[in-house]
């Protein structure tokens, strides 16, 4: 996916020739964010670009140079591109390029300014890309809004959800645009809990986006473009948080995940990975504190992060010394001391003081080396062997041994009363033990739970607005037995694949992605928008969707018995390279399902991509559940607002300020403005394609949708 807006971007760059060879990009602060996660500075210094500049920043004017405008299509940046050519224009002309396309009003706002202003006059081209999106991975993407989990599930009677989904559904057709599809809508009919009376969210926004998808299509009949050799239609699968709400509150084991769950890191600046601070191994061998960015430029980092932390560690060994031999087989001095290799985190924390000569590799080694040992030491700390393997049985339904937990209320009061046991893995399991008892519990045994947990302010909260994501809360005293143990208590297969102890739950949505992979998922459960879609197909071997009920319709999805073989149906299933599938989440997707969607995609050698309005982080997702009943806050402003320009002043003859500044400009040397203009430019020096996509067609990359600029 990467890939696909890089090749957009980079054609929309190429395509601008301009006479004098040279010219200047311009970007706002949303769209800059899309133009560094998909493309380095090197490339695009190499399309003759000699500077990358904020249009909401003061900037120097450059009279004899073209400017490519990458805009999102907002007020706030059309009256900032129109304040560039009102008086002295900026550049000596414009080619327009917004990251999705102009509604009505924008453009008529637009043409009226520009024509009312003399600005039209220096504006070559206008085109919309349909790139406003953020690609977090190769295969994961996130769109706006970040607060839906707020407005589609809280109880904030101003917070417009319909108007959430709106916003949502135009960010999905740029998804759809530049991976060039016209996919099968499929969206899931009703949330858990049958907590949206009026529609499920995931069907309102599947219906919206299909309008929109059509709308598309109607304005651009080429679309989708060809492909050789021809595949078939993408499908696009919509569902909401409440499938599983206990897939963020699991501890997740694999590195990527436990590193967004229990260690300080923070989002990159390009979206496209974390910063972790760490304890960096100098040259010297002293030691001292170094940020590090862990993302898919880090080919160690995209090797392990889906692996198990104890796997994760064994793999570094392993890789830590291939490296020593290929450099000692190259006749590099990688003497090491006594030991020629490592066998355990702490040979590799020894060995890495002594290869002053790979200082990059050594770099990030030593990273993953402190990185790894952390997790392993709050692991140990905050006891998350005892409260991972019961958090497994609750929501299996199981124990390790296949057998019926028995205990879960003995072994959980301990934990809960444990000072080593964070307030927020209390929470955790409080809430999945509600989950894990699908009635919900007796009032007065929530309430000493809470008490054993000492939960306070949002913990309490959070367990309390359960309801609100479908989750049954509690219970009336009277002799019922909830089915749910019947539903989830099956015995193992013999052949079945036994993983980690504390890795043995696997995500609804990954049922979700085999059964539709494999054509079992129930159309009565995920519906389609188009009831011509569900005659059969190529891409299903000529069946009706669904056939084979898995799951069986009317069996909450949540109490489906999951399996650990590694390719579910493998036996029936002959791996192709068919049509891809997009899967989209309302409210949030957590890392066990992002891990998920890679593992479907190399088992059933498909394309899968999956997206959200967020990348849920366990500490995210219980402040989320904490303020569900509170006013949703407005999204964060990426773009500032409109300030419109001072009107120009009449310089005094003897201002000092004004003749050092036409003595400069006579000299051509750059004003104090331009030689802080770094400070306006985009950094784009760690930014690259990701190489996880293979999508290699030309023209569906970019879109115009504007066949003529201003009537």
Avoid at 683 to 696: N, Q, V
Wanted: net charge neutral.
């Amino acid at each position: 996916m990467t890939k696909s807006i890089n090749i957009g971007l980079m054609e929309s760059i190429r395509s601008v020739q301009p006479p004098g060879k040279w010219k200047i990009i311009v970007v706002d602060s949303k769209s800059s964010m899309i133009l560094n996660a998909a493309c380095k500075m090197y490339d695009i210094l190499e399309e003759n670009v000699t500077l990358v500049e904020n249009i909401e920043r003061k900037r120097q004017p450059y009279p004899t140079l073209e400017a490519i405008y990458f805009l999102t299509p907002c007020r706030e940046s059309i009256l900032r591109l129109v304040d560039d050519f009102s008086r002295t224009p900026t550049y000596k002309a414009a080619h327009v390029h917004f990251t999705s396309g102009l509604n009505d009003q924008l453009f008529d706002d637009l043409n009226k300014r520009l024509k009312a202003t003399g600005a039209a006059d220096y504006i070559q081209s206008l085109k919309e890309l349909y790139v406003d999106f953020m690609v977090n991975e190769s295969a994961v993407f996130t769109v706006d809004p970040i607060t839906s989990f707020l407005t589609i599930f809280g109880q904030d009677p101003r917070s417009e959800p319909d108007e959430s989904l709106k916003t949502t559904a135009k960010q999905l057709l740029s998804v759809c645009a530049t991976l060039g599809e016209d996919p099968i809508i499929r969206y899931q009919t009703r949330s858990e809990g049958d907590i949206h009376p009026q529609g499920s969210p995931a069907g309102k926004l599947a219906h919206i986006v299909q309008k929109e998808v059509d709308g598309f299509c109607r304005l651009n009949p080429n679309f989708p473009p060809p492909r050789q050799p021809p595949q078939p239609r993408a499908t696009l699968l919509i569902v909401d948080r409440s499938i599983d709400p206990a897939a963020p509150l699991l501890h997740e084991f694999t590195y990527q995940a436990m590193i967004n769950d229990v260690l300080p890191v923070e989002e990159s600046e390009n979206h496209t990975g974390v910063k972790y601070s760490h304890e960096f191994y100098q040259a010297d061998g002293s030691v001292t504190s170094k940020d590090v960015i862990l993302d898919e430029e880090d080919n160690i980092y995209k090797s392990i992060r889906h692996m198990h932390i104890a796997e994760c560690s064994d793999r570094l060994v392993e890789k830590f010394n291939e490296f020593l031999t290929e450099n000692k087989v190259g006749g590099a001095n990688t003497d090491a001391g006594p030991k020629n290799s490592a066998k355990s985190l702490k040979d590799m924390k020894e060995m890495l003081t002594n290869l002053p000569q790979f200082q990059d590799l050594k770099a990030k080694y030593s990273a993953h080396l402190s990185i790894a040992q952390e997790c392993m030491s709050f692991f140990e700390r905050h006891k998350l062997n005892s409260v991972g393997n019961l958090e497994q049985n609750m929501v299996t339904g199981e124990t390790a041994d296949g057998e019926t937990p028995k205990t879960i209320v003995l072994d959980m009061v301990p934990l809960l009363d444990d000072p080593n046991v964070s307030p927020t893995d209390k929470a955790r399991l409080l809430m999945l033990y509600i989950i894990w008892k699908e009635g919900g519990i007796f009032e007065d045994d929530k309430r000493k739970l809470i008490e054993h947990a000492k939960l306070k302010g949002e913990y309490r909260d959070a367990v309390n607005n359960l309801p609100l994501i479908g989750v049954k809360l509690t219970r009336i005293r009277r002799p019922e037995k909830s089915s749910f143990l019947k539903k989830r208590k099956q015995k193992k297969n013999k052949d079945e694949e036994t993983p980690y102890e504390l890795s043995r739950y696997v995500p609804v949505l990954k049922k979700v992605m085999e059964a539709h992979l494999s054509n079992t998922l129930d159309p009565n459960q995920f519906a389609f928008t188009r009831q011509s879609d569900m005659e059969p197909g190529e891409d299903h071997g000529g069946s009706v969707p669904g056939q084979g009920g898995i799951p069986a319709s009317g069996i909450s999805l949540r109490t489906t018995k999951p399996t650990w073989s590694k390719r579910t149906n493998s036996i029936n299933v002959t791996p192709t390279n068919g049509a891809k599938l997009i899967v989209f989440v309302i409210g949030g997707a957590s890392y066990s399902e992002i891990r998920s969607a890679y593992e479907i995609g190399e088992s059933y050698n498909r394309d899968v991509f999956i997206g959200s309005t967020e990348l849920l982080r366990p500490n995210s997702f219980i402040d989320h559940l904490g303020h569900l009943r509170q006013p949703v806050p407005p999204p964060p402003s990426v773009i500032p607002p409109y300030v419109a320009p001072a009107p120009p002043q009449i310089q005094r003859n003897d201002s000092s300020a004004s003749k050092t500044a036409s003595l400069m400009s006579h000299m051509h040397i750059s004003s104090p403005a331009s030689i802080n203009s770094k400070g306006s430019s985009v950094s784009l020096d760690k930014m690259s394609s990701s190489p996880g996509s293979e999508e290699t067609g030309e023209k569906k990359k970019k879109k115009k949708g504007l066949a003529r600029l201003f009537g």
